[in-house]
């Protein structure tokens, strides 16, 4: 199933690890070491980041919705 995250973009839910605020410190070191590796994907649409998406991949989405609309939108789409 597909989740919407914000800004026409949509994410497989069964990927999903974790969705993280990005109001802390150690969610920002994540981040930026998955732009280092290339495994950064941005759907903010140009707006300020407020959730990290952790992929079973290793991949890290950002997101410009709160971390309990993406929760919900993903227990939703399940």
């Not at 802390?24 to 280092?36: K, L, N, T, V």
């Not at 941005?42 to 709160?66: E, M, P, Q, R």
């Amino acid at each position: 199933m597909l989740a919407h995250i914000g800004y026409k973009n949509f994410i497989a839910t069964e990927r999903v690890v974790a969705v993280v605020p990005y109001n802390s410190a150690p969610a920002r070191r994540i981040r930026g070491d998955a732009i280092d590796e290339g495994k950064h994907v941005d759907c903010t649409n140009g707006n300020k980041t407020a959730s990290i998406i952790v992929l079973d991949s290793g991949t890290i989405v950002s997101s410009a919705f709160c971390t309990e609309a993406v929760a919900g939108r993903l227990e939703n789409a399940r």
